[in-house]
C-alpha cells in the first residue's frame, strides 16, 4: 500500500468513526458573550424575578435565550442595563413552563415597533405544544398570537447546528433517573395520560476553542443526562463552562455529591448558577469541584460571561 493510499485511509476510518459516534466536524467560535436578562438575584439595576432568560452574542449574531416569567421583566431589564434586543431575531425556549415564556408576547410587541422581523424565528424542542391535563400549557395560546404575527416556531427532534459553532441539542434522553421535575404533571396522548417529563427541554452548546459552553434554562432532562447527550451526539471536548438553571435547588447532598464527580468528569471549571440551580447546591458543587469565588457563582440580573474575561458576577453574587 503507498503512502497516499495509506494517508486516504487513514482519514476515511477517522470521518467514519467520527460519523459513527455521532461526532460533528468543529466550528469554534472567535466571540461569544451570555448576559443574564432573568434571574432570582438582581445588583443596582434590573428586578429579580421566578425565571429565567440571558442574551446570548456569537460571532456577530443574537440568540434570546427563553423570556422570564412576567410579560415586562425581560424588557424593562434590557432597557436599564443597555442590552439593545431590536436586533434579535432568534429566540431559544428550552421548554414551556410560564417563567421561561412569559415575556415572549410583550417582547415581540415591543421590539418589531423599530424591526419587523424581531423575535421572528423561535426554536422550540418536539413536544412542547403538547397539551397537558388539568393545567394550561401557556404557549399555546401564545403561538397562535405570534403565527398571526408572521413569527415562525420551528421545532426540533435532534440535535442541530443553528450557527456554525452554535448547537440545539434538540430533546434529550434521560440515561440517569435524575428526575428533574415535580412528577405531577401530565400529558394528554392518544393512549391516556402520561407522566409530564418535560420531554421538550433542550439547551443550547457553544463550542469554544476552551471547550464547550452550555447554557441551559431548567435542565428538566438532568444537567448530566445533557453533558451524556452532548458527548454522543455533539462532540467530545470538555464542557468547560455551564450557564443558567440547573434545577438542583431540591437536589439531595448525595445527588449533589454523584453530579459533581460527573462534571468533573466532563471537565468543567465554570459555573453560573442562576434560577432553579439553588444557592445552596451552587456552592456545594463549587466545594466539590474546588472552584474558586470567581469561577463558580450565584448568577444575577446584569452579570456576565465572555471568552475574553470568563465570567463577571454582579456584586452580589461575587
Given at each position: 500500500?503507498?503512502?497516499?493510499?495509506?494517508?486516504?485511509?487513514?482519514?476515511?476510518?477517522?470521518?467514519?468513526?467520527?460519523?459513527?459516534?455521532?461526532?460533528?466536524?468543529?466550528?469554534?467560535?472567535?466571540?461569544?458573550?451570555?448576559?443574564?436578562?432573568?434571574?432570582?438575584?438582581?445588583?443596582?439595576?434590573?428586578?429579580?424575578?421566578?425565571?429565567?432568560?440571558?442574551?446570548?452574542?456569537?460571532?456577530?449574531?443574537?440568540?434570546?435565550?427563553?423570556?422570564?416569567?412576567?410579560?415586562?421583566?425581560?424588557?424593562?431589564?434590557?432597557?436599564?442595563?443597555?442590552?439593545?434586543?431590536?436586533?434579535?431575531?432568534?429566540?431559544?425556549?428550552?421548554?414551556?413552563?410560564?417563567?421561561?415564556?412569559?415575556?415572549?408576547?410583550?417582547?415581540?410587541?415591543?421590539?418589531?415597533?423599530?424591526?419587523?422581523?424581531?423575535?421572528?424565528?423561535?426554536?422550540?424542542?418536539?413536544?412542547?405544544?403538547?397539551?397537558?391535563?388539568?393545567?394550561?400549557?401557556?404557549?399555546?395560546?401564545?403561538?397562535?398570537?405570534?403565527?398571526?404575527?408572521?413569527?415562525?416556531?420551528?421545532?426540533?427532534?435532534?440535535?442541530?447546528?443553528?450557527?456554525?459553532?452554535?448547537w440545539i441539542t434538540g430533546p434529550i434522553k434521560r440515561i440517569?433517573?435524575?428526575?428533574?421535575?415535580?412528577?405531577?404533571?401530565?400529558?394528554?396522548?392518544?393512549e391516556g395520560a402520561i407522566e409530564d417529563t418535560i420531554p421538550?427541554?433542550?439547551?443550547?452548546?457553544?463550542?469554544?476553542?476552551?471547550?464547550?459552553?452550555?447554557?441551559?434554562?431548567?435542565?428538566?432532562?438532568?444537567?448530566?443526562?445533557?453533558?451524556?447527550?452532548?458527548?454522543?451526539?455533539?462532540?467530545?471536548?470538555?464542557?468547560?463552562?455551564?450557564?443558567?438553571?440547573?434545577?438542583?435547588?431540591?437536589?439531595?447532598?448525595?445527588?449533589?455529591?454523584?453530579?459533581a464527580g460527573k462534571l468533573k468528569d466532563f471537565g468543567v471549571?465554570?459555573?453560573?448558577?442562576?434560577?432553579?440551580?439553588?444557592?445552596?447546591?451552587?456552592?456545594?458543587?463549587?466545594?466539590?469541584?474546588?472552584?474558586?469565588?470567581?469561577?463558580?457563582?450565584?448568577?444575577?440580573?446584569?452579570?456576565?460571561?465572555?471568552?475574553?474575561?470568563?465570567?463577571?458576577?454582579?456584586?452580589?453574587?461575587?
Open positions: 500500500m503507498t503512502l497516499k493510499k495509506y494517508q486516504t485511509l487513514i482519514i476515511l476510518i477517522t470521518l467514519n468513526s467520527a460519523l459513527l459516534m455521532g461526532q460533528q466536524e468543529r466550528k469554534p467560535v472567535s466571540t461569544l458573550k451570555v448576559t443574564t436578562l432573568s434571574t432570582m438575584l438582581a445588583n443596582t439595576k434590573g428586578i429579580g424575578e421566578w425565571g429565567y432568560a440571558a442574551l446570548i452574542e456569537v460571532d456577530g449574531k443574537k440568540i434570546l435565550f427563553d423570556t422570564g416569567a412576567r410579560p415586562e421583566t425581560v424588557l424593562n431589564n434590557a432597557r436599564e442595563l443597555g442590552v439593545d434586543l431590536s436586533d434579535v431575531e432568534d429566540v431559544f425556549l428550552s421548554h414551556n413552563h410560564w417563567d421561561h415564556t412569559g415575556g415572549l408576547l410583550t417582547l415581540r410587541e415591543a421590539l418589531k415597533k423599530s424591526n419587523p422581523n424581531a423575535l421572528s424565528r423561535i426554536h422550540v424542542g418536539e413536544g412542547i405544544f403538547s397539551k397537558r391535563v388539568n393545567s394550561d400549557n401557556p404557549l399555546l395560546a401564545t403561538k397562535e398570537a405570534l403565527e398571526k404575527d408572521n413569527v415562525e416556531f420551528i421545532v426540533y427532534s435532534g440535535q442541530r447546528e443553528l450557527f456554525p459553532g452554535v440517569h433517573d435524575e428526575r428533574n421535575w415535580s412528577g405531577n404533571g401530565k400529558i394528554e396522548t392518544e421538550e427541554d433542550q439547551s443550547l452548546v457553544i463550542d469554544t476553542a476552551n471547550g464547550y459552553v452550555l447554557i441551559s434554562g431548567c435542565g428538566h432532562a438532568g444537567l448530566v443526562n445533557t453533558l451524556e447527550h452532548i458527548h454522543t451526539n455533539i462532540g467530545a471536548e470538555e464542557v468547560s463552562t455551564i450557564i443558567g438553571g440547573f434545577h438542583l435547588v431540591q437536589a439531595s447532598d448525595k445527588q449533589l455529591s454523584w453530579t471549571s465554570k459555573i453560573m448558577g442562576s434560577h432553579c440551580t439553588g444557592i445552596n447546591a451552587l456552592y456545594s458543587l463549587k466545594e466539590s469541584l474546588g472552584l474558586n469565588r470567581g469561577d463558580a457563582v450565584v448568577g444575577s440580573v446584569g452579570d456576565s460571561f465572555s471568552l475574553e474575561t470568563g465570567i463577571k458576577a454582579g456584586i452580589i453574587a461575587r
